[in-house]
């Protein structure tokens, strides 16, 4: 009786079948009923929902800690530039804070006309604020160091947060600039051993805009890069690695 309970009778040809069996050795029908494909059914949905659920819980344990992250990330370049505020020249402070306030108003307008009227407005406050084309000793974190196919230094330094200056990283565009640095030059010996976030004091020069509103000329290709992120084009005439004031 124990060996027949591991067996059960085909429904079609009363032929002594498996439990295990799907199907009937003796005339090939399926043995097993609805209440089977029921049960799998109901199984395969409880394992998909198991798995959602871990997913969901991952996301939520992880979102937080992103959360974290992305706050620590701000803080930490919020007093980054802080530090150096108190010893930036006069110069600079304006400079930035002109650029700043844009980026600020530009983020309020909904469209780009309004954001022509902004970049058109902090252009012509620079022209008129800032009567200089040359800097002395403004400070900023290296950004990048680097080199064009011909071997020439390209330099980057980042004055803000999304505010940089900085060479042409190509021979063409900086055709009537002259900003790459030469190998043989002082700056290009220094800028060589730089390292991206180092801390340094440098001078040299902007360029007037190509366009008639454009008082310093700048390498986005957009209008939200030209506000949002702009890079100014600069000629470096001396760099150096600068000390943190306490």
Not at 15 to 29: D, F, I, M, N, Q
Request: charged fraction near 20%; aromatic fraction near 8%; glycine fraction near 6%.
């Amino acid at each position: 009786m124990s060996g027949q309970s591991l067996y059960k009778l085909c429904k079609n040809c009363g032929h002594l079948v498996r439990k295990t069996s799907a199907k009937c050795p003796e005339c090939g029908k399926s043995v097993r009923g609805k209440a089977f494909y029921i049960k799998a059914f109901i199984g395969a949905w409880i394992v998909i929902a198991i798995f959602f659920a871990i997913i969901r819980k991952d996301d939520s344990d992880s979102e937080p800690q992103n959360s974290t992250n992305q706050k620590t990330t701000s803080i930490q370049s919020i007093s980054k530039y802080a530090t150096i505020r108190s010893s930036m020249p006069e110069s600079q402070e304006k400079f930035l804070a002109t650029v700043v306030s844009a980026q600020q108003k530009s983020m309020k307008v909904k469209n780009d006309m309004a954001k022509g009227g902004i970049k058109s407005e902090r252009d012509k406050e620079i022209c008129s604020e800032f009567n200089f084309k040359s800097v002395s000793n403004w400070l900023g974190f290296v950004n990048s160091v680097d080199s064009n196919s011909e071997g020439l230094g390209v330099l980057s330094i980042s004055i803000a947060d999304t505010v940089n200056v900085q060479t042409w990283n190509n021979s063409l565009s900086d055709l009537f600039t002259n900003t790459l640095i030469k190998p043989s030059s002082n700056v290009f010996k220094i800028a060589s051993k730089l390292t991206r976030g180092q801390l340094v004091k440098f001078s040299g020069s902007f360029f007037e805009g190509q366009l008639g509103s454009d008082c310093i000329r700048e390498q986005s290709l957009t209008l939200d890069g030209k506000l949002q992120s702009p890079d100014f084009t600069f000629r470096f005439s001396s760099i150096e690695i600068a000390e943190r004031s306490n």
